[in-house]
């Protein structure tokens, strides 16, 4: 079997999976690929790929012209880049692998502290010789609005609330009880957005979500609110998001996830001082890529045996 891993970009896979027990030809691709013709051209031949969550899209248009292609792993329990209906059609099995979400839980308040104390400007002001230059805001007594209390909204809440922070959450379907199970409090989307000092993006993209912190979302924020989002980039409008973060209608942005990944070197986001940016690092830990590499290995190797597992529906 040829297998092809993608999307290495610290160049690690091997050391996280026992790939030698498949007696297998594997190939490890670190870099990202340009476009699907790229996708198609590189993949030729592989049998099993090993997709790093959703780094590189597999629409229908791209399954249709890998005949080679038999099994595709994704990493993760969920990947919205794969066209899962088109790959059944072409006789591909996409299986998952398992995952948690702490680390991203954690880097989502590794966002949230870093835009709070100003730490990308000290960090380089020391680095440069110099001393304090920014004055920052203390998070105890503030208000955290949770956009979608799911698993990691709800962890986002707790974590809030040890910093003594007041939490409130909306989403579609939040009720009242459910938020209180969490010692959150529900309140109207335009509530959420008009009282939060730091508002966190939990919710997964999807038709209804696609957008939906847009210019008049960004506006009834507070001028000195922080927005934070480590979900998925297309739940905020970018463009919106840059003409609000240009003209300080908010304090500022805190961001691990963009419209493109990578995102590139000329953007607009990159230029601006109150915007903390960080490369999708919310997954990216050696715990999650021990179980992402390590049941990878489990799904190709149950896939030799003719007994796929963690089959994506």
């Known amino acids: 079997m040829k297998i092809a891993i993608l999307d290495d970009y610290q160049n690690v896979a091997l ?20 476009d699907a013709d790229e996708v198609v051209a590189r993949l030729a031949g592989f049998e099993a790929v090993v997709a790093m969550r959703e780094r590189t899209r597999f629409p229908a248009a791209v399954l249709d012209r890998l005949p080679d292609l038999k099994l595709l792993v994704s990493t993760g329990t969920r990947n ?17 692998t398992g995952y948690s979400g702490l680390s991203t839980a954690e880097h989502t308040w590794a966002l949230i502290l870093a835009a709070a104390r100003n730490l990308p400007a000290e960090f380089r002001s020391m680095r440069e010789g110099g001393w304090q230059r920014t004055v920052g805001i203390t998070l105890h007594g503030r208000t955290l609005g949770l956009l979608g209390l799911g698993r990691l909204g709800a962890g986002a809440a707790r974590i809030g609330q040890a910093f003594g922070m007041e939490t409130i959450a909306w989403s579609q379907n939040l009720t009242p009880e ?20 730091v508002l966190s993006v939990h919710l997964v993209l999807g038709d209804r979500s696609r957008g939906l912190v847009g210019a008049a979302e960004l506006a009834a924020m507070k001028p000195t609110a922080l927005l934070v ?19 300080k209608e908010i304090a500022g ?30 997954y990216v830990a050696h715990e999650v890529y021990q179980v992402f590499y390590r049941d990878a290995v489990e799904d190709i190797a ?12």
């Open 15 to 34: 050391d996280y999976g026992d790939w030698d027990s498949l007696n297998a030809d594997v190939q490890v691709f670190t870099e990202p690929f340009a």
């Open 80 to 96: 919205a880049a794969i066209d899962v209906p088109a790959a059944r059609r072409n006789g591909v099995v996409v299986c998952a």
């Open 178 to 197: 459910k938020a209180a199970e969490h010692g959150v409090t529900a309140v109207s989307k335009e509530e959420l957005f008009a009282r939060a000092d």
């Open 229 to 247: 989002n480590t979900s998925r980039g297309p739940i905020v409008d970018e463009a919106a998001l840059v003409d609000a973060l240009r003209r």
């Open 253 to 282: 942005a805190a961001l691990d996830v963009y419209d493109v990944e990578p995102l590139p070197s000329g953007h607009p986001l990159r230029t601006l001082d109150n915007a903390v940016l960080t490369p999708h690092l919310g």
């Open 302 to 313: 149950a896939y030799q045996a003719g007994k796929p597992i963690r089959v994506m529906e």
